[in-house]
């Protein structure tokens, strides 16, 4: 059975103990800290039930990830080994086909392992769908995925996540792992872009010295 899906919450007011650049290219938080790590806890509860006695292995992938592995760890009360991938794509034309490439591979052999795949957003669900088809035939005893967002609206491949944090409108959102060129992924909470950002020009880099 699926875990249940929270429904995206009322908006609520932008932190203070943010950088002045990140708050001037937010235009609204839409999941604050303390939603996060409730909903986060319930699907760590959640997974310790399931996996209890199956001494799971915990698989993220670089690097929006972090902040969601590390939590959904903390909330998880079996004992579990956790690995990471992370993958890299060969071009857009590559990825609009969904392969990647593999830039770090799994430690730990998964054959005949109870897998828990672990991901911070599904979005069009070819990275997915790619890394789960690699795994498989790796030959586990199961193999889940855990993502803390899903944007169904932009799905290309059919991916369902057994447990599913939240369901995220269409819009660019930044915090809690995910990234606009690199950054935000620091803020704690989620919060939507400012439109007017994603057509402004990188920034060049800071002088050497
Ligand atoms: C994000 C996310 C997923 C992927 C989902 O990674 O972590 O791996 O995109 O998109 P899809 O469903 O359309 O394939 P991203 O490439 O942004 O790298 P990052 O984790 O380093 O931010």
Redesign the pocket.
């Known amino acids: 059975m699926t875990f249940q899906t929270s429904q995206t919450p009322t908006p609520k007011k932008i932190p203070e103990n943010i950088p002045d650049e990140y708050r001037q290219a937010i235009s609204r938080l839409l999941i604050d800290e303390n939603t996060l790590q409730n909903r986060i806890q319930e699907m760590g509860r959640a997974i310790s039930r399931d996996y209890a006695a199956h001494n799971p292995v915990f698989v993220g ?6 902040f969601f592995m590390a939590d959904l760890l903390r909330y998880t009360t079996i004992p579990l080994e956790v690995d990471f991938m ?4 060969y071009s857009q034309e590559s ?1 609009d086909q ?1 392969v ?1 490439r593999i830039t770090k591979d799994l430690d730990i052999c998964i054959e005949g392992r109870h897998v828990v795949f672990v ?13 789960l088809k690699m795994l498989r035939s790796r030959h586990p005893a199961s193999l889940e995925v855990a993502a803390l967002f899903d ?1 169904p609206n ?3 491949v059919n ?1 369902q996540a057994r447990y599913v944090g939240f369901h995220l409108p269409d819009l660019f959102v930044v915090g809690y ?3 606009f060129r ?1 950054q935000f ?1 620091n803020m704690p909470f989620v919060a939507v872009l400012n439109p007017g950002i994603l057509n402004q020009q990188r920034t060049p880099p800071p002088p050497s010295f």
Request: glycine share 14%; charged share 30%; aromatic share 2%.
């Open positions: 992938v670089l690097k929006g990830v972090l992370a993958v890299s794509n990825r969904g990647v991901e911070d957003i599904i979005d069009t669900g070819l990275t997915l769908g790619y890394l944007r932009r799905r290309l991916i792992g995910l990234d690199e992924r």
